[in-house]
């Protein structure tokens, strides 16, 4: 069974880092790319980031360029995203996703919740 | 980039047949693949269509997905409701750089 367990949300002031992990299993890891996307509180979802299988493609949508990293550790079957000078508009919910090449995302965490407020 | 636009919220009774579009804003619709998930409170999304018209196992066939190129709109039709399949709904594609794009999701009441 795929399970996807995201964690390392929190409140944090803003301006402040944060990592979030997503620990995998169920699944060859290092066959697919992996994205996380966010809910802000009573919104919709958002694309936040995206890494392709061996870490060679990555993107960021333009609302996090410059401030967050994806990245992967296949050893580890572990997804990161390092979030840094955190914004009160980053607070949601965060989820990790697994992507196939077609754009479909078929597996999905529970969400770790992020919430920047000083 | 493109956007996707989705109604805000749409109603129906039990046993009827209920549609969701999903308009891209610009370039073709045909050009990549659309998934639709649903999400019910306090839980993660889940597909209901992937790759415009393809249902994953467990899905049952009430669901259904569709790309019409003269609207440059992707549909999900839902047939036969119950009050089950109410949720929010939203469509996905991606763009040329494969960063994904998302609708702004669709409420479904079952009334």
């Known amino acids: 069974e795929v399970q996807l367990v995201e964690s390392g949300g929190g409140l944090v002031q803003p301006g402040r880092s944060l990592r979030l992990s997503c620990a995998a299993s169920?699944?060859?890891?290092?066959?697919?790319?992996m994205h996380w996307v966010r809910q802000a509180p009573g919104k919709g979802l958002e694309w936040v980031s995206g890494?392709?299988?061996?870490?060679?493609?990555?993107g960021y949508a333009d609302s996090v360029k410059g401030r967050f990293t994806i990245s992967r550790d296949n050893a580890k079957n572990s997804l990161y995203l390092q979030m840094n000078s955190l914004r009160a508009e980053d607070t949601a919910l965060y989820y990790c996703a697994t992507g196939y090449s077609s754009g479909w995302y078929p597996n999905w965490g529970q969400g770790t919740l992020v919430t920047v407020s000083s | 980039n493109f956007m996707l636009t989705q109604p805000h919220s749409v109603s129906e009774s039990p046993g009827k047949t209920v549609t969701i579009s999903c308009t891209r804003s610009s370039g073709s619709i045909a050009s990549n693949y659309v998934q639709w998930y649903q999400q019910r409170p306090g839980s993660a999304p889940t597909t209901v269509i992937y790759e415009d018209n393809q249902r994953p196992s467990g899905v049952p066939d009430r669901f259904s997905g569709s790309i019409d190129s003269s609207s440059n709109s992707a549909s999900l039709t839902i047939s036969g409701l119950k009050t089950e399949d109410e949720a929010d709904y939203y469509c996905q594609s991606y763009d040329s750089s494969n960063h994904g794009v998302f609708g702004g999701g669709t409420k479904l009441t079952v009334l």
């Open positions: 890494i392709s299988w061996n870490s060679g493609s990555i």
């Open positions: 169920g699944f060859t890891f290092d066959d697919y790319a």
